[in-house]
């Protein structure tokens, strides 16, 4: 029974601390680093004192390919320069198992027109508990979590 009562109690604090974590999408890289972009002044504030983070080695790749296209193969190495720097950032991992969730993500939502980044952000936030979101997109509010922003 004691044991029991210890794993409940584990269990709730692993929500708190999952709960102070933020998702960061595509998006938030792109506000933040991009002072052209309308919400930059909104996710300077947001990065000035993060929580814990984590994001999708999907949203890392995404927000690269962003800044090669819409500037120059510079502008991505700072980008993977900027993420390499941010404390306490976790970043998931795509692979197989992962494949599978977010198949299963984006057949719940096919109404929707999410990007496998997309899918694989709700599928973290589901899997870590996360309570709040770092995005402009709402697609990612889409399992009820709370977005900084919405777009």
Not at 129 to 134: D, E, G, K, V
Request: proline share 2%.
């Amino acid at each position: 029974m004691a044991r029991r009562i210890e794993h409940r109690r584990d269990d709730k604090a692993a929500r708190r601390k999952a709960s102070l974590e933020a998702y960061l999408d595509t998006s938030a890289f792109i506000a933040f680093l991009d002072k052209s972009d309308s919400y930059h002044l909104t996710f300077k504030r947001l990065f000035s004192a993060p929580p814990a983070l984590a994001t999708s080695a999907l949203a890392i790749a995404e927000g690269h390919g962003w800044f090669l296209r819409r500037y120059d193969r510079y502008r991505a190495a700072e980008f993977l320069a900027f993420i390499e720097t941010l404390p306490a950032l976790t970043v998931q991992a795509f692979d197989v198992t992962e494949l599978s969730k977010v198949r299963q993500t984006l057949a719940k939502f096919g109404d929707q027109t999410l990007t496998l980044a997309d899918a694989h952000g709700l599928v973290i936030m589901k899997d870590r508990r996360n309570a709040i979101c770092r995005s402009t997109d709402r697609h990612l509010g889409l399992t009820g979590v709370d977005l900084a922003i919405a777009g």
